[in-house]
């Protein structure tokens, strides 16, 4: 049961446009939402995070919104570079901020920004 | 600034063998976590420690798969046997009192 789901693998927006990137949950008990980036060979890099008790959450670039009726967030790049080109995941917390909280991921969605 | 050490970067190895992973967290991070990643999919956690106990191992496959942090530092995962369906990223990521995880640049594994 894919509790995190990115149902668009893959995304191609021009540089100095926005991408939107889109993500559905099932389980309303999460706390928190994050969203990762992830270079090929390299790790998840942390991008941003909204707490479930928020709507919106904005770090330059970036804004993530969340629609909790809808079970939906969502990562907005504006404007897109082409160095935001990577795999971007979207992850929610199970189980509190506390120690004993995981992360559950969705599938991951490949942004490519053409110059 | 500080990072997860992981290594080796990659592994192939062959079926029935067996293989080892190591991974060193930041420096002060209590809670260090291994995650599997399949071509394709997210990151999965295979086991979450705090300090030396392991918090969650339910998605751990305990008939081949172990894990270790005896001085609750650094990590140590191991397959015996390894089989064709473990290939794929094994990443570890650390976490102090902050919400977000710090992930080590992970080890691809390919079993032949």
């Known amino acids: 049961d894919q509790q995190v789901k990115q149902n668009s693998p893959s995304l191609s927006v021009q540089e100095g446009r926005i991408s939107i990137l889109n993500c559905d949950y099932t389980?309303?008990?999460?706390?928190?939402f994050l969203w990762y980036k992830k270079y090929p060979a390299e790790g998840p890099t942390f991008l941003i995070s909204?707490?479930?008790?928020?709507d919106k959450n904005e770090d330059g670039r970036f804004t993530v919104f969340l629609n909790k009726s809808a079970k939906h967030l969502s990562l907005h790049i504006v404007p897109s570079q082409p160095g935001d080109s990577a795999v971007y995941f979207c992850?929610?917390?199970?189980?509190?901020?506390?120690?004993?909280?995981?992360?559950?991921f969705g599938q991951g969605t490949t942004l490519q920004v053409k110059p | 600034e500080a990072e997860v050490a992981q290594s080796p970067r990659y592994k192939i190895t062959e079926k029935s063998q067996a293989v080892a992973f190591w991974c060193d967290p930041i420096?002060?991070?209590?809670?260090l976590y291994w995650y599997r990643q399949i071509l394709g999919q997210g990151p999965e956690l295979l086991v979450q420690?705090?300090?030396?106990?392991?918090?969650?191992d339910s998605q751990l496959p305990k008939d081949r798969f172990s894990a270790e942090r005896l001085k609750g530092v650094d990590s140590t995962l191991k397959i015996q046997p390894a089989e064709l369906g473990d290939s794929a990223m094994y990443l570890c990521?650390?976490?102090?009192?902050?919400?977000?995880?710090?992930f080590g640049p992970g080890t691809r594994l390919t079993v032949t």
């Open positions: 420690f705090q300090d030396e106990s392991v918090v969650d």
């Open positions: 992850a929610a917390l199970s189980g509190g901020s506390g120690n004993t909280g995981k992360l559950i």
């Open positions: 420096s002060g991070h209590a809670t």
């Open positions: 389980n309303s008990m999460f706390d928190y």
């Open positions: 909204i707490s479930s008790i928020k």
């Open positions: 990521a650390s976490r102090s009192d902050a919400l977000g995880q710090y």
